[in-house]
Each structure stands twice: as C-alpha cells, then as structure tokens.
C-alpha cells in the first residue's frame, strides 16, 4: 500500500451522515481503501459529541491509479479530490508522516486520567464554565462534583473526559 494520502472535500449538507455512511459509500466507490477521518466522535445520553481537526474533510489511501482516485468525484458525499494543483488534473497526496502528526494532535485531545479530589475545569456541555471535584472514573465519564454558583450547593454528574481539564489559574 501507498504511504500517501489523497484529501477529500466532503459536501456540506444540512442533513449530516454518519461517518460511517460516509465511509461506506467511499469504499464501494474504492474498494480496499483505508479512510481517516481527522475526528474523534463520541455519544451520551444528551447526544453526539465530535471534535474535528478540519470540518468536511477526509483522507484515503491505497494502491490506485491518479484515475481511480478520481472517480471518487461522482462519489455522492465528495465534493473534490484535491490536486496538485486547480488545473492539473494529478490528485494531490499528502505524506503519511502529516497523517502521523493529526493522528497524535487528535490523541492529545483525549483527556488522561483524573485522580479523585482534583478540582477541574468543565469546559463543554450542560456544567460549562463550573468547577467541580472528581468523585471517581467510570470509563470514559468522570462522576464529578460540581460546585453551583449559588450558596454552598453542589450537584453530582457524571461528565464526558473530554468536557473537562485540571484547573488553571485563569480559571478563577
């Protein structure tokens, strides 16, 4: 297999598909290939959550001809296969080692674990802008005491690792 990869621009659409359906339909458009979408995605019960190094984008590789690639353009999610150049008509690649860098900036944005008592910091979700203490781990959830702006109240949750961070000083 190739050690480049070919950049998709993805449509935009009010109705949003699954990456999975767009995986799908882009290897039954190109059979055998290898998709990375520069994203982490993940659910809870109050919905979809996803983090995306660039909107609308993602990337393909595998042993095909400039031709092949470019049948990916009927592909009903594609907008283009980006080339070389506008004019060119030669699919564009890009090195396995930039591949490498988004795949490491996507792991550092995977929160490490949190030890129980340590203040944090929730930065997404419905406790945005509050500090809590973690209570405990339970997978990929923190259960968090959250510190309520008003009096001495504090509300128990459980809080995705990627809502929160430890504490900074400019969190005061």
Not at 80 to 90: A, D, E, I, Q, R
Not at 99 to 127: K, N, Y
Request: net charge negative; aromatic share 12%; with cysteine.
């Amino acid at each position: 297999m190739d050690d480049s990869w070919v950049t998709l621009q993805l449509h935009y659409s009010e109705e949003k598909a699954t990456s999975d359906e767009v995986e799908k339909s882009i290897k039954s458009t190109l059979p055998g290939c290898e998709i990375f979408t520069p994203s982490l995605h993940f659910k809870d019960k109050r919905g979809e959550y996803s983090y995306s190094l660039f909107d609308g984008y993602l990337f393909v590789r595998g042993d095909f001809s400039d031709f092949e690639y470019l049948k990916l353009n009927s592909n009903t999610y594609v907008y283009k296969v980006l080339t070389s150049t506008p004019t060119s008509g030669c699919v564009g690649f890009t090195p396995n080692g930039k591949i490498e860098i988004m795949r490491a900036q996507l792991q550092a944005l995977i929160p490490t674990d949190f030890e129980e008592d340590s203040t944090v910091f929730i930065h997404r979700g419905l406790f945005s802008g509050l500090k809590g203490k973690v209570i405990g781990v339970e997978g990929e959830k923190v259960i968090v005491e959250v510190y309520m702006p008003l009096g001495s109240l504090t509300k128990l949750t459980r809080v995705p690792k990627m809502f929160i961070r430890p504490v900074t000083p400019e969190d005061d």
